[in-house]
């Protein structure tokens, strides 16, 4: 590893551990040449960028930051956590890449965020489908009813019947 204050590519691993759930290998080095330290991190790299296809057809790279700040936004100053919020950018990153090889439709991760706020927070899940689903305020109020009358769903909870 090239070290970040002298260039000279010569050092030694001081301590190695894990991070961020397994994903992440965080190594403190030390330079031999200058003895001062850095740290480096090691994550598995996805073979293949995830490509989101917009309703106007145009291509870009999946962001999990836009899906995070879109999320934000939704939980607005809603009791909602910022782990809370990571873990569900996480779990749909991780689904779109088992789901989709290349390229996955914008509107299939709406739907997904959508799922995922319903089950942490109504009003979340409302203001995000409002601007996704750009609703009238007849529409707006059937579903707000709906959430009142309905039972959250439980994810992965099988039926009993």
Known sequence: MICPSCGANDDR????????????????????QCER??????RVEQATRLMVVKTDG??????????LQSIA?????????????????EEIEEDLHRSFERE???DEI???????????????????????????LRELAQQAQRLVEAPKDVR??????
């Open 156 to 161: 992965d909870q099988q039926n009993l019947f």
């Open 58 to 67: 145009r291509r870009v790279p999946f962001e999990s930051e836009k899906v």
């Open 73 to 89: 936004a939704a939980c607005g100053k809603r009791p909602v956590g910022e782990d809370t919020k990571a873990r569900i950018v």
């Open 13 to 32: 691993v001081i301590d190695s551990r894990s991070s961020d759930g397994g994903r992440v290998i965080r190594r403190r080095r030390e330079c031999l």
């Open 104 to 106: 996955v439709p914008s």
């Open 37 to 42: 330290r850095f740290t480096t991190y090691e």
């Open 110 to 136: 709406g739907r997904r965020v959508m799922d995922r706020l319903r089950e942490v927070d109504d009003v979340a899940y409302l203001r995000f489908a409002s601007e996704y689903h750009v609703f009238d």
